[in-house]
């Protein structure tokens, strides 16, 4: 079977968009709470925990990061027949749904899976009130 070499179907828009990097990406996250946290988790496989930038400001939380390597900034002589996998830089902001304390807040990376972990404001938790019965 030959290997045939990539050619766009529609050249037209790939000239269109020659000025953009179409490899960035926006990592889709999961936010849930349990009774103390808000908790986010996005999938950052293949990319080096220490190239995310995280922060946290008026309940938005910002996730950046670059997934470039040396070894793909040094590839611009190479021919490629198939180039899937991404490369380039990543952002995502997003709102939280409850007041936190940002300045506590502790992000993980296992298993190619960043778990933040952001504690909510006390403004922010439940609170449970007792009836008082009067006779």
Do not use: C, Q
Not at 23 to 41: G, L, Q, R, S, W
């Amino acid at each position: 079977m030959a290997i045939i070499p990539y050619r766009s179907v529609w050249p037209d828009l790939d000239d269109f968009f020659g000025g953009f990097d179409l490899m960035n990406f926006t990592p889709a996250v999961n936010i849930y709470e349990d009774k103390d946290h808000v908790m986010v988790e996005t999938p950052l496989a293949g990319i080096d925990p220490d190239k995310v930038d995280i922060e946290i400001e008026d309940n938005v939380l910002k996730i950046s990061g670059s997934t470039e390597s040396k070894s793909e900034v040094d590839d611009k002589d190479k021919h490629y027949y198939r180039k899937e996998i991404r490369s380039g830089s990543f952002y995502r902001a997003v709102a939280l749904p409850k007041a936190v304390d940002g300045s506590k807040a502790e992000a993980h990376y296992s298993k190619g899976i960043l778990k933040i972990s952001i504690p909510k404001k006390e403004e922010a938790k439940p609170r449970s009130i007792k009836v008082k019965a009067t006779e």
